[in-house]
C-alpha cells in the first residue's frame, strides 16, 4: 500500500520511439554540383558590395578618386585600340564573373548545406545541415502548403532539379531563407524527383501527369512584346554605330523561338486531389498544391487580356513566402479559367471538409 502510494510500482514501459529512414543524403560532390549549376549572380555582387563598403572606409577620397582615374584611362586605351580588342576585354571580364560567381555558388552550397541529410521518423520529416553553423529542422508533411520544383537550365541541361516548399505557420522573418529552410532538397537528379514526391505528399497521384497547354496566342503576344523592344533597341542604336544597329533586327527568329519554348513548357494539370502548374523555359518551376489547402482562386485580366480574351488563374494559400507566389497560369482561355476556377474551389471547400472530420 505505502509503495502504491508512492507511486513506486513499476508503470508500462513506454513505447519506444519510431526510428528514422533515411530518405535522401547529400556528399560533397552533390553540393558543389548544386552550387555550380545555381550560378547566383547575387552572390558575387554582394561579396564586391562588402569589399567596396571596406574599400571606401579605409582609403581616402583622394586615392579613390586617383584608382578610378587609372581604370577609366585604362578602358580608354582598350577602346581607342579597335573595337575587337574592346569586345574581347569585354567577352573576358563577363566570363570572369561568371566564373567567380559559380566558384562562391558552389562554396556557400558546401558551407550552407554540409553533411545533409533528409530523414523521416512517423509523419515528420526531418533535415540535418551546415559546416559553420549545424542546423536540424522538423517539418510535419500536412504543413506543406506548395511544393516548387526548380529547373533552372544549367541545371536541366545535367537533368537536375531542387526542391523548395511552403509551410503553414508563423510568417517568415528577413532573411530567413538563407538559411536554407525552406529548401527539401538542395539537388537530386531530374528522374528522382517523382518517385519522391509521395514522400511529401503521401496520396498524390503517380504515373504519367496529363498536362494541358494554354492558348497558342500566347506566343504571338509574347513575340509582339519582345519585337517592341527589339525595334526600340534598334531606335537606339541607329543613331549610335549607323547601319550596324539594324544588326539588332536579327534578334526576331531568336524572340519567337524562345517564346514558342515558353508556350511549350506553359501548363496545368488537373487531378482529384493535386493542382500543378508548370511554366518557364530559362528557369522552369513546377508548383505542386494540394487542392485542400487552397484558400482563394484568383482569375485575373488586365485589358490585353480582355483584348485577346484570355486571363490568368492564381491559387493561393496558407505560405508562398519561398515557392514564388505559389501556383499562377497565364493566357488561359477566358471560359477555361472560370470553369478551373469552378471546379477547384468546389474540390478545395469538400476535401477541406474531409480533412478536418477526420
Known amino acids: 500500500i505505502f509503495a502504491r502510494k508512492l507511486n513506486l510500482t513499476p508503470s508500462a514501459a513506454a513505447p519506444e520511439p519510431e526510428p528514422s529512414e533515411l530518405l535522401h543524403g547529400l556528399s560533397v560532390r552533390d553540393l558543389v554540383v548544386a552550387g555550380l549549376t545555381s550560378n547566383r549572380m547575387a552572390t558575387v555582387l554582394v561579396f564586391l558590395g562588402s569589399i567596396w563598403w571596406f574599400v571606401d572606409q579605409i582609403i581616402s577620397e583622394e586615392e579613390q578618386e586617383r584608382a578610378l582615374r587609372g581604370v577609366y584611362s585604362r578602358v580608354e586605351n582598350l577602346m581607342s585600340q579597335g573595337t575587337e580588342t574592346a569586345l574581347l576585354a569585354g567577352f573576358l571580364l563577363a566570363a570572369g564573373i561568371i566564373v567567380t560567381s559559380m566558384l562562391f ?25 551546415g559546416l559553420m553553423t549545424r542546423r536540424t529542422s522538423s517539418l510535419p508533411r500536412r504543413r506543406i502548403q506548395v511544393l516548387l520544383i526548380e529547373e533552372g537550365l544549367l541545371r536541366r541541361l545535367f537533368g537536375l532539379a531542387a526542391l523548395r516548399a511552403d509551410t503553414a505557420g508563423p510568417r517568415q522573418q528577413q532573411g530567413e531563407a538563407s538559411t536554407g529552410r525552406d529548401v527539401l532538397l538542395p539537388i537530386l537528379p531530374r528522374p528522382g524527383v517523382d518517385p519522391m514526391l509521395p514522400v511529401f505528399f503521401p496520396n498524390i497521384e503517380t504515373g504519367d501527369v496529363e498536362w494541358r497547354q494554354v492558348s497558342p496566342l500566347a506566343v504571338r503576344r509574347g513575340t509582339f512584346k519582345g519585337s517592341l523592344v527589339c525595334l526600340a533597341l534598334t ?101 477555361e479559367a472560370l470553369a478551373l476556377a469552378r471546379v477547384l474551389s468546389q474540390r478545395a471547400t469538400l476535401k477541406r471538409y474531409r480533412w478536418q472530420s477526420k
Not at 533528409?118 to 509523419?123: C, F, H, K, N, P
Not at 494559400?317 to 507566389?325: N, P, S, V
Open 105 to 129: 555558388s558552389a562554396i556557400g552550397s558546401v558551407v550552407l548545406f554540409y553533411g545533409f541529410r533528409l530523414t523521416r521518423r512517423g509523419d515528420d520529416l526531418h533535415r540535418s545541415y
Open 235 to 335: 531606335g537606339i542604336a541607329i543613331p549610335a554605330y549607323g547601319l550596324t544597329g539594324l544588326l539588332v533586327l536579327a534578334l526576331l527568329p531568336l524572340i519567337y523561338l524562345i517564346n514558342l519554348m515558353e508556350y511549350r513548357n506553359l501548363g496545368y494539370a488537373l487531378g482529384e486531389d493535386y493542382f500543378r502548374t508548370r511554366r518557364g523555359w530559362f528557369n522552369r518551376s513546377t508548383h505542386v498544391v494540394p487542392i485542400r489547402n487552397t484558400q482563394a482562386v484568383l482569375v485575373h485580366r488586365n485589358p490585353f487580356d480582355r483584348r485577346l480574351g484570355l486571363a490568368t488563374l492564381q491559387v493561393d494559400t496558407a505560405g508562398q513566402a519561398f515557392t514564388g507566389g505559389g501556383p499562377r497560369i497565364a493566357n488561359l482561355p477566358l471560359g
